[in-house]
């Protein structure tokens, strides 16, 4: 596999989009409004393998904390799983982040995304929760934080 890693564009919304709930097995789509393809294309990453979507990294600068960065949405397609991809988009993520002043870097997920979890205690990432009502009554999350 010959995957390349490039910033994302506003048009690569509707290719993300279509996969999401496929590749969650779930629906997640609405997790992923086409605000975030818009107005922080600039620091998303799009992978693809020949041509065809192979992962992606919404992520953003805080304009609130200019020291921070934050990791939205990331999706690896099943056929491009455990080949080190999710890895590759967090890193080029961080290094673009910390050239821009980024400090530190912070995600959030399901207190049952044991697989998530797993994997940003393996980039580095401390891990606190589940925070009971983080994102509203009944929305526990897990925190995750990365210093750069």
Do not use: C, K
């Given at each position: 596999?010959?995957?390349?890693?490039?910033?994302?564009?506003?048009?690569?919304?509707?290719?993300?989009?279509?996969?999401?709930?496929?590749?969650?097995?779930?629906?997640?789509?609405?997790?992923?409004?086409?605000?975030?393809?818009?107005?922080?294309?600039?620091?998303?990453?799009?992978?693809?393998?020949?041509?065809?979507?192979?992962?992606?990294?919404?992520?953003?600068?805080?304009?609130?904390?200019?020291?921070?960065?934050?990791?939205?949405?990331?999706?690896?397609?099943?056929?491009?799983?455990?080949?080190?991809?999710?890895?590759?988009?967090?890193?080029?993520?961080?290094?673009?982040?910390?050239?821009?002043?980024?400090?530190?870097?912070?995600?959030?997920?399901?207190?049952?995304?044991?697989?998530?979890?797993?994997?940003?205690?393996?980039?580095?990432?401390?891990?606190?929760?589940?925070?009971?009502?983080?994102?509203?009554?009944g929305a526990d999350r897990v925190v995750f934080e990365r210093a750069l």
């Amino acid at each position: 596999m010959t995957v390349a890693v490039r910033t994302a564009r506003p048009e690569d919304y509707e290719a993300i989009v279509s996969v999401v709930d496929e590749w969650w097995g779930r629906p997640l789509a609405r997790m992923l409004p086409r605000l975030f393809l818009d107005h922080f294309h600039a620091t998303s990453l799009v992978a693809e393998d020949d041509g065809a979507l192979a992962g992606f990294l919404i992520g953003f600068y805080s304009a609130s904390a200019p020291d921070r960065a934050y990791v939205h949405f990331v999706g690896v397609s099943p056929a491009a799983r455990q080949s080190g991809l999710a890895r590759r988009l967090y890193e080029t993520f961080f290094a673009a982040a910390a050239q821009d002043g980024a400090t530190r870097v912070s995600a959030i997920t399901s207190p049952a995304n044991t697989a998530s979890i797993a994997f940003h205690r393996a980039m580095g990432f401390t891990v606190r929760g589940p925070v009971p009502d983080y994102d509203g009554p009944g929305a526990d999350r897990v925190v995750f934080e990365r210093a750069l």
